[in-house]
Antibody
Framework: QVQLQESAPGLVKPSQTLSLTCSVSGGSIRSAEYYWTWLRQSPGKGLEWIGHTYYSGRAFYNPSLKSRVSLSVDTSKNQFSLKLNSLTAADTAVYFC???????????WGQGTLVTVAS | QSVLTQPPSVSGTPGQRVTISCSGSSSNIGGNSVFWYQQLPGAAPKVVIYSSSQRPSGVPDRFSASKSGASASLTISGLQSEDEAHYFCAAWEDGLSGPVFGGGTKLTVL
Protein backbone atom coordinates (compact mmCIF):
# COMPACT_ATOMS: atom_id res chain seq x y z
CA GLN A 1 0.00 0.00 0.00
CA VAL A 2 1.68 3.18 -1.22
CA GLN A 3 1.59 6.09 1.22
CA LEU A 4 2.62 9.71 0.81
CA GLN A 5 3.78 12.06 3.56
CA GLU A 6 4.43 15.77 3.18
CA SER A 7 6.97 17.65 5.25
CA ALA A 8 5.57 20.40 7.48
CA PRO A 9 7.10 23.87 7.13
CA GLY A 10 4.22 25.62 8.94
CA LEU A 11 4.66 29.40 8.98
CA VAL A 12 6.69 31.13 6.28
CA LYS A 13 7.24 34.84 5.73
CA PRO A 14 6.21 36.89 2.70
CA SER A 15 8.81 36.99 -0.09
CA GLN A 16 10.45 33.80 1.21
CA THR A 17 10.65 30.44 -0.57
CA LEU A 18 8.47 27.50 0.43
CA SER A 19 10.16 24.10 0.33
CA LEU A 20 8.08 20.95 0.69
CA THR A 21 9.03 17.31 0.35
CA CYS A 22 6.76 14.32 -0.23
CA SER A 23 8.11 10.98 0.94
CA VAL A 24 6.83 7.88 -0.84
CA SER A 25 6.61 4.65 1.15
CA GLY A 26 5.29 1.21 0.30
CA GLY A 27 6.31 1.52 -3.34
CA SER A 28 8.90 2.98 -5.67
CA ILE A 29 8.80 6.43 -7.18
CA ARG A 30 10.60 4.91 -10.18
CA SER A 31 7.57 4.22 -12.32
CA ALA A 32 6.68 5.67 -15.68
CA GLU A 33 3.03 4.97 -14.89
CA TYR A 34 2.55 7.85 -12.51
CA TYR A 35 2.70 11.62 -12.32
CA TRP A 36 3.92 12.75 -8.91
CA THR A 37 1.81 15.79 -8.25
CA TRP A 38 1.48 18.83 -6.00
CA LEU A 39 -1.89 20.52 -5.41
CA ARG A 40 -3.11 23.12 -2.99
CA GLN A 41 -6.39 24.18 -1.44
CA SER A 42 -6.91 27.67 -0.06
CA PRO A 43 -9.18 28.02 2.99
CA GLY A 44 -12.73 27.39 1.93
CA LYS A 45 -11.73 27.15 -1.73
CA GLY A 46 -11.39 24.48 -4.37
CA LEU A 47 -8.35 22.53 -5.43
CA GLU A 48 -5.58 23.95 -7.60
CA TRP A 49 -3.08 21.87 -9.56
CA ILE A 50 0.44 23.23 -9.03
CA GLY A 51 2.34 20.80 -11.23
CA HIS A 52 3.63 17.29 -11.59
CA THR A 53 6.84 15.49 -12.28
CA TYR A 54 7.84 12.11 -13.61
CA TYR A 55 10.51 10.01 -11.90
CA SER A 56 12.85 11.12 -14.70
CA GLY A 57 12.59 14.67 -13.41
CA ARG A 58 10.60 16.05 -16.34
CA ALA A 59 8.06 18.46 -14.89
CA PHE A 60 4.95 20.32 -15.97
CA TYR A 61 3.63 23.41 -14.22
CA ASN A 62 0.42 25.37 -13.92
CA PRO A 63 1.02 28.50 -16.04
CA SER A 64 -0.35 30.65 -13.24
CA LEU A 65 2.55 29.57 -11.00
CA LYS A 66 5.20 28.58 -13.53
CA SER A 67 7.45 31.59 -12.96
CA ARG A 68 7.68 30.84 -9.22
CA VAL A 69 7.61 27.06 -8.89
CA SER A 70 10.09 24.24 -9.33
CA LEU A 71 9.54 20.50 -8.86
CA SER A 72 12.23 17.87 -8.47
CA VAL A 73 12.62 14.17 -7.78
CA ASP A 74 15.17 12.31 -5.64
CA THR A 75 14.89 8.65 -6.59
CA SER A 76 17.58 7.63 -4.09
CA LYS A 77 15.39 8.90 -1.24
CA ASN A 78 12.06 7.99 -2.90
CA GLN A 79 10.95 11.60 -2.56
CA PHE A 80 9.75 14.45 -4.70
CA SER A 81 9.85 18.12 -3.82
CA LEU A 82 8.28 21.51 -4.41
CA LYS A 83 9.84 24.96 -4.21
CA LEU A 84 7.65 28.05 -4.50
CA ASN A 85 9.32 31.44 -4.27
CA SER A 86 8.20 35.04 -3.76
CA LEU A 87 5.48 34.00 -1.36
CA THR A 88 2.50 36.23 -0.58
CA ALA A 89 -0.52 35.79 1.66
CA ALA A 90 -2.36 34.42 -1.38
CA ASP A 91 -0.15 31.32 -1.20
CA THR A 92 -1.58 30.40 2.21
CA ALA A 93 -3.20 26.99 1.67
CA VAL A 94 -3.14 23.33 2.50
CA TYR A 95 -0.59 21.72 0.19
CA PHE A 96 -1.10 18.11 -0.89
CA CYS A 97 1.14 15.70 -2.71
CA UNK A 98 -0.61 13.00 -4.68
CA UNK A 99 -0.07 10.22 -7.20
CA UNK A 100 -1.81 10.69 -10.54
CA UNK A 101 -2.60 7.40 -12.24
CA UNK A 102 -4.24 8.76 -15.35
CA UNK A 103 -4.81 12.39 -16.19
CA UNK A 104 -6.52 13.63 -13.04
CA UNK A 105 -7.09 10.31 -11.30
CA UNK A 106 -5.37 10.83 -7.94
CA UNK A 107 -5.47 7.46 -6.22
CA UNK A 108 -3.09 8.19 -3.33
CA TRP A 109 -2.83 11.43 -1.36
CA GLY A 110 -0.70 12.78 1.42
CA GLN A 111 -2.57 14.03 4.46
CA GLY A 112 -1.88 17.64 3.49
CA THR A 113 0.18 20.29 5.24
CA LEU A 114 -1.05 23.78 6.11
CA VAL A 115 1.27 26.53 4.96
CA THR A 116 0.60 29.99 6.35
CA VAL A 117 2.33 32.97 4.79
CA ALA A 118 2.50 35.79 7.32
CA SER A 119 5.04 38.10 8.83
CA GLN B 1 -13.04 31.18 -10.07
CA SER B 2 -12.87 27.48 -10.88
CA VAL B 3 -12.71 26.20 -14.45
CA LEU B 4 -15.41 23.59 -13.84
CA THR B 5 -18.74 24.78 -12.46
CA GLN B 6 -20.52 23.05 -9.60
CA PRO B 7 -23.41 24.15 -7.39
CA PRO B 8 -22.09 25.37 -4.02
CA SER B 9 -24.43 23.15 -2.05
CA VAL B 10 -27.01 20.40 -2.25
CA SER B 11 -28.95 18.64 0.45
CA GLY B 12 -31.14 15.64 1.00
CA THR B 13 -32.65 13.44 3.67
CA PRO B 14 -31.50 9.92 4.47
CA GLY B 15 -32.59 7.47 1.80
CA GLN B 16 -33.07 10.14 -0.86
CA ARG B 17 -31.18 10.49 -4.12
CA VAL B 18 -29.13 13.59 -4.84
CA THR B 19 -27.31 14.68 -7.97
CA ILE B 20 -24.34 17.03 -8.23
CA SER B 21 -23.63 18.61 -11.59
CA CYS B 22 -20.31 19.66 -13.10
CA SER B 23 -20.12 21.82 -16.19
CA GLY B 24 -17.04 22.41 -18.31
CA SER B 25 -16.07 22.78 -21.94
CA SER B 26 -14.82 20.81 -24.92
CA SER B 27 -11.21 21.22 -23.76
CA ASN B 28 -11.77 19.43 -20.48
CA ILE B 29 -14.91 17.40 -19.76
CA GLY B 30 -15.93 17.30 -23.41
CA GLY B 31 -12.80 15.45 -24.47
CA ASN B 32 -11.49 13.74 -21.35
CA SER B 33 -12.47 11.55 -18.43
CA VAL B 34 -14.13 13.03 -15.37
CA PHE B 35 -13.19 12.21 -11.80
CA TRP B 36 -15.17 12.80 -8.63
CA TYR B 37 -13.62 13.27 -5.19
CA GLN B 38 -15.16 13.19 -1.73
CA GLN B 39 -13.52 15.31 0.94
CA LEU B 40 -14.41 14.97 4.61
CA PRO B 41 -13.49 17.84 6.98
CA GLY B 42 -9.77 17.98 7.67
CA ALA B 43 -8.99 15.11 5.33
CA ALA B 44 -7.47 14.70 1.88
CA PRO B 45 -9.83 14.10 -1.03
CA LYS B 46 -10.70 10.52 -1.91
CA VAL B 47 -11.64 9.40 -5.40
CA VAL B 48 -15.17 7.97 -5.61
CA ILE B 49 -15.51 7.92 -9.41
CA TYR B 50 -12.81 7.62 -12.09
CA SER B 51 -12.95 7.44 -15.89
CA SER B 52 -16.29 9.29 -15.80
CA SER B 53 -18.34 6.39 -14.41
CA GLN B 54 -16.14 3.79 -12.75
CA ARG B 55 -16.16 3.11 -9.01
CA PRO B 56 -12.96 2.17 -7.21
CA SER B 57 -13.14 -0.91 -5.05
CA GLY B 58 -14.54 -0.08 -1.66
CA VAL B 59 -16.82 2.73 -2.88
CA PRO B 60 -20.48 1.78 -2.36
CA ASP B 61 -22.59 1.19 -5.46
CA ARG B 62 -24.84 3.98 -4.20
CA PHE B 63 -22.37 6.26 -5.99
CA SER B 64 -22.80 6.54 -9.74
CA ALA B 65 -21.84 9.08 -12.37
CA SER B 66 -22.30 9.93 -16.00
CA LYS B 67 -21.02 12.33 -18.62
CA SER B 68 -22.72 13.93 -21.59
CA GLY B 69 -20.88 16.35 -23.82
CA ALA B 70 -19.16 18.95 -21.65
CA SER B 71 -21.18 18.17 -18.52
CA ALA B 72 -21.04 15.47 -15.91
CA SER B 73 -23.00 14.47 -12.86
CA LEU B 74 -22.54 12.46 -9.69
CA THR B 75 -25.56 10.72 -8.19
CA ILE B 76 -25.75 9.34 -4.68
CA SER B 77 -28.70 7.05 -4.04
CA GLY B 78 -29.95 5.90 -0.66
CA LEU B 79 -28.30 8.88 0.99
CA GLN B 80 -26.60 8.18 4.32
CA SER B 81 -25.33 10.55 7.00
CA GLU B 82 -21.76 9.43 6.29
CA ASP B 83 -22.07 10.85 2.78
CA GLU B 84 -22.07 14.40 4.17
CA ALA B 85 -18.93 15.93 2.70
CA HIS B 86 -17.58 18.20 -0.03
CA TYR B 87 -17.53 16.75 -3.54
CA PHE B 88 -15.21 17.96 -6.32
CA CYS B 89 -15.18 17.13 -10.00
CA ALA B 90 -11.97 17.11 -12.03
CA ALA B 91 -10.94 16.62 -15.64
CA TRP B 92 -7.79 16.92 -17.69
CA GLU B 93 -7.45 20.25 -19.47
CA ASP B 94 -6.04 20.07 -23.00
CA GLY B 95 -3.22 22.55 -23.45
CA LEU B 96 -2.64 22.84 -19.71
CA SER B 97 -1.03 19.40 -19.38
CA GLY B 98 -2.78 19.17 -16.06
CA PRO B 99 -6.19 18.77 -14.43
CA VAL B 100 -8.76 21.41 -13.58
CA PHE B 101 -11.27 21.22 -10.78
CA GLY B 102 -14.72 22.34 -9.85
CA GLY B 103 -15.17 24.66 -6.89
CA GLY B 104 -16.75 21.91 -4.86
CA THR B 105 -20.26 21.12 -3.66
CA LYS B 106 -21.13 20.73 0.00
CA LEU B 107 -23.57 17.89 0.49
CA THR B 108 -25.66 18.19 3.63
CA VAL B 109 -27.67 15.24 4.88
CA LEU B 110 -30.63 16.71 6.73
Amino acid sequence: QVQLQESAPGLVKPSQTLSLTCSVSGGSIRSAEYYWTWLRQSPGKGLEWIGHTYYSGRAFYNPSLKSRVSLSVDTSKNQFSLKLNSLTAADTAVYFCARDVNGGHFDVWGQGTLVTVAS
Amino acid sequence: QSVLTQPPSVSGTPGQRVTISCSGSSSNIGGNSVFWYQQLPGAAPKVVIYSSSQRPSGVPDRFSASKSGASASLTISGLQSEDEAHYFCAAWEDGLSGPVFGGGTKLTVL
